[in-house]
C-alpha cells in the first residue's frame, strides 16, 4: 500500500472513530432493514390476514406499526407498503405516507440523540464538506425541501440510511417531513398498486423488473444531480484547483 493510500485509509478510520456512534447507527440501519425484510417476507400471509381481520382498525394499526419498525429501522418501507396495498386497497397509499412521515421523525429523534454534534463537527472540519452542505441545502426552505424529494425519489434509497443522513446534516424539520411525503409519493403508490396485484404470497413479496430499472434510472438521476451540484461547490471553495483547498497568496 502506498504512503497517499495508507494516509486514506488512517482519515477514514479516524472519521469513523470520531463519529462513534453515528457510525454504528449508519451500519446498523444499512444492513438491518435487509434482515427485517426476511422475517416480513415469511410472514406476509399471516400479517395480511390479521390486518384484514380488524378492518375498522386496522388501518390505524398498519401506519403505528410502519411508524415504529420503519422509524427504528427494523423493517424496510417497500415490503411494507406493498403490504398496505394487498391489505387496504388505494388507501394503503394515505396509510403507507402517514408511516413514512411518523417513521422519519422517529428516525430523526433517533440519529440526532445518538450522533449528538458528532456529524456537524465532522462537517465543520473540511472546508468541502461545508461547501458541498451550503450548496445542497444552505439556500432556504425551497432548495432543501428539493433536495429531499430527490433522495428520497429512487425506490432504492434506503429509508432508514437516509432518515440519519438528512436529520444530522442540518435539514430543518418542515422540509425534511415535507420532503419525504412528496419524494416517497411515487414509489408508495408504485408499491401499493403491486400489493394490490398479488393473489397469495407463495412466491414471496413482488418486485417487477419495471421497478427495478426505475429505480435505478432515478437513482443514477439523483447521484448526477447532486454530484453536480457537489462538484461546482468544490470547485469553487478549491479556486478550480485539485488541492485539499484553495491557497491563499503570499503577502
Not at 469513523?16 to 422475517?39: D, K, M, N, S
Not at 461547501?131 to 432556504?140: D, F, M, P, T, Y
Not at 433536495?147 to 436529520?167: D, E, H, K, Q, Y
Request: glycine content about 12%; overall charge positive.
Amino acid at each position: 500500500m502506498s504512503e497517499e493510500q495508507t494516509e486514506k485509509s488512517e482519515t477514514a478510520g479516524a472519521v469513523v472513530r470520531r463519529l462513534g456512534p453515528a457510525a454504528v447507527l449508519g451500519a446498523v440501519w444499512l444492513f438491518a432493514p435487509a434482515i427485517g425484510g426476511f422475517v416480513l417476507l415469511f410472514n406476509m400471509k399471516p400479517a395480511s390476514e390479521w390486518l384484514n381481520a380488524h378492518q375498522e382498525i386496522g388501518p390505524l394499526i398498519y401506519v403505528a406499526i410502519f411508524i415504529v419498525t420503519a422509524g427504528f429501522g427494523f423493517l424496510p418501507t417497500y415490503a411494507q407498503a406493498v403490504l398496505g396495498g394487498f391489505a387496504f386497497g388505494w388507501w394503503g397509499v394515505p396509510a403507507a405516507l402517514a408511516g413514512f412521515a411518523g417513521a422519519s421523525c422517529i428516525g430523526r429523534l433517533i440519529a440526532t440523540s445518538v450522533s449528538g454534534d458528532r456529524v456537524e463537527q465532522e462537517i465543520n472540519r473540511n472546508r468541502k464538506a461545508m461547501a458541498v452542505r451550503e450548496a445542497l441545502i444552505g439556500h432556504g426552505f425551497w432548495k432543501a425541501l428539493g433536495m429531499v424529494t430527490l433522495v428520497r425519489i429512487p425506490p432504492n434509497s434506503p429509508f432508514a440510511l437516509t432518515n440519519g443522513v438528512l436529520s444530522t446534516t442540518g435539514v430543518g424539520w418542515v422540509p425534511y417531513v415535507i420532503g419525504t411525503a412528496l419524494g416517497m409519493l411515487p414509489r408508495t403508490a408504485a408499491a401499493v398498486y403491486i400489493g394490490m396485484q398479488v393473489q397469495d404470497w407463495s412466491s414471496g413479496v413482488p418486485k417487477p423488473k419495471w421497478m427495478l430499472i426505475a429505480g435505478i434510472v432515478l437513482t443514477v438521476i439523483a447521484i448526477i444531480v447532486i454530484g453536480t451540484i457537489a462538484n461546482k461547490a468544490i470547485h469553487k471553495v478549491t479556486g478550480g484547483s485539485n488541492g485539499e483547498s484553495a491557497k491563499d497568496p503570499s503577502p
